[in-house]
């Protein structure tokens, strides 16, 4: 299983990133995926997660109405697409693969994860 984190940097506030998470090495469609984040100095938290064909989707409270995380099964690639970023949403994001389709916000319900990509909000 591999999977790979891109599209983070710099961003200001107010401004908006696009990351994407390509997966190999299992059956991407079969399985709920999720993005994390942890900032310095604090746990890794949960910012979304959706079910395997998408039909579910969950949002930490934090980001619900600024971010929408999204898949492409034929590409096998996770989304998440982040507006409106404030200071705060500065992170080290991760997608993570789920042990089932179920789309989950326990941490403990995912058994994969990408090295992740850094997030920078700031003026």
């Known amino acids: 299983v591999q999977l790979v984190e891109s599209g983070g940097g710099l961003a200001q506030p107010g401004g908006s990133l696009r990351l994407s998470c390509a997966a190999s090495g299992f059956t991407f469609r079969s399985y709920a995926m999720g993005w994390f984040r942890q900032a310095p100095g604090k746990e890794r938290e949960f910012v979304a997660a959706?079910?395997?064909?998408?039909?579910?989707?969950y949002y930490a409270d934090f980001v619900k109405g600024r971010f929408t995380i999204s898949r492409d099964n034929a590409k096998n690639t996770l989304y998440l697409q982040m507006n409106n970023l404030k200071p705060e949403d500065t992170a080290l994001y991760f997608c993570a693969k789920g042990r089932s389709g179920t789309a989950t916000m326990t941490v403990r319900e995912y058994d994969y994860w990408g090295q992740g990509t850094q997030v920078t909000v700031s003026s």
């Open positions: 959706i079910s395997w064909g998408g039909y579910s989707r």
